[in-house]
């Protein structure tokens, strides 16, 4: 991706605005910063033109707000004219940390909870925007996204649905299976990755790191990581292995099977530093069986990545192993919520991902291939050549 985020000449499709719900306030204010950086480089001699009016802002920040009621009902309220705008509405689902007041007694949100505020916020801007365009970084109910026997198919009827309100385009990264968006055939559905952002925190956290077939190894925690792995592994030049969950599938636990065992496949670990790579850390006891059964193996040091640390189950289980040298670091996106507690943890390195998101809402609302901002390959390959070359 050049440093070049701006498209000369090149009108957008509309005047660009951004509304974000409150618990994805943070990202989105971040993100204006840098879009507002892009657009003061670029068109300078088109500023009075009609097809650029609103291109060179302040900010795109649209103000709206989702109010409750007593009784926990709540509305959803645009306060700026939305009228001919590509409106770009972001949610993070997975914010945990606001709450509101039901009949005197506080409830935290969920994520049906934000849900219902992202279809408020595109209800109250039906039939006046020029194009609505949802912005998801942890896709809705992702994970509930195929039917195995009697099962709600929650995910993709949450794409229909959005769809069904007037939604273009949805925008999300690492969804937990790409394929959902063949609910919504005939709609933009774009799912991005963060390989590039991975190895760059990595390497400004380890900067040691030696990224050859001899020290160097990614592996996947079970079989549906394998795809990110082998293209991890692939672009980096490096094996990989994989690990897979033997269940026991005459008992459900909590929804779901419980692990009996993690079995590895692959070469010898010995002396090596692993990456661990996966879209996401749930309560992170599978990853960190893993990664003791990788340290186990001889491995030097181990490294985990993923898009979206949630840690459900808090940070006690993350600092015993990292205390115990099981884990060396552990590189999550900003895309959702942290907690201000996890931010300080000796093992937490952020992959910020605000600039690629920035680039991403630039090249859609200048309806340009989106080509031309996501070409992690070739970012991966520079980044270890200027390494190579600082450290000779």
Known sequence: MSNNYYYENVPPIAPLKIAA????????????????KFRRRGNQDFQNALNFHG????SYMLRSACPRFGTGEAKGILYDSVRG???FIMADVMNHSLSYTVCGHKHY???????????????????????????????????????????????????????????????????????????????????????????????????D?????????????????????????GVLGVDMG????????????????PIVAHEFLGDDLSGKDVIIIDDMISSGESMLDVACQIKNR??????????FGLFTDGFEKFDEYYE?????????????????????????VEADMTKFLAAIIDCINHDVSTGQVNDPTKRIHDLLEQIEQEDY
């Open 55 to 58: 291109y060179h802002e302040d």
């Open 109 to 207: 949100m969920s994520p049906d909870d934000h849900y219902q505020d992202l279809k408020r916020v595109i209800s109250a801007s039906n039939g006046k925007a020029h194009r609505i365009n949802v912005i998801m970084p942890f896709l809705y109910e992702s994970r509930q996204h195929k039917r195995s026997q009697r099962e709600s198919l929650d995910c993709s009827l949450a794409l229909q649905e959005l769809i069904h309100m007037g939604v273009t385009n949805i925008i999300t990264f690492d969804a937990h299976d790409p394929r959902v968006c063949n609910s919504i055939p005939l709609y933009g559905f774009d799912s991005f990755n963060p390989p590039y952002q991975f190895i760059k925190g990595l390497m400004q956290a380890e900067p």
């Open 85 to 87: 705008m590509d409106l």
């Open 324 to 348: 115990k040298g099981y884990i060396s670091h552990v590189v999550t996106t900003n895309l959702n919520y942290r907690p201000p507690e996890l931010l300080e943890k000796p093992w937490y």
């Open 21 to 36: 719900l409150e618990g994805c306030m943070e990202l989105a204010r971040n993100v204006d910063d840098y879009l507002v």
């Open 209 to 233: 790191l030696l990224v050859d077939k001899d020290h160097l190894m990614v592996i996947s925690p079970d079989e549906g990581a394998m795809e990110r792995a082998v293209y991890f592994a």
């Open 242 to 257: 994989m690990f897979y969950k033997r269940r026991d599938y005459s008992v459900i636990v909590g929804g779901k099977n």
């Open 298 to 307: 001889g491995a030097r040091r181990v490294f985990v990545c993923a898009t």
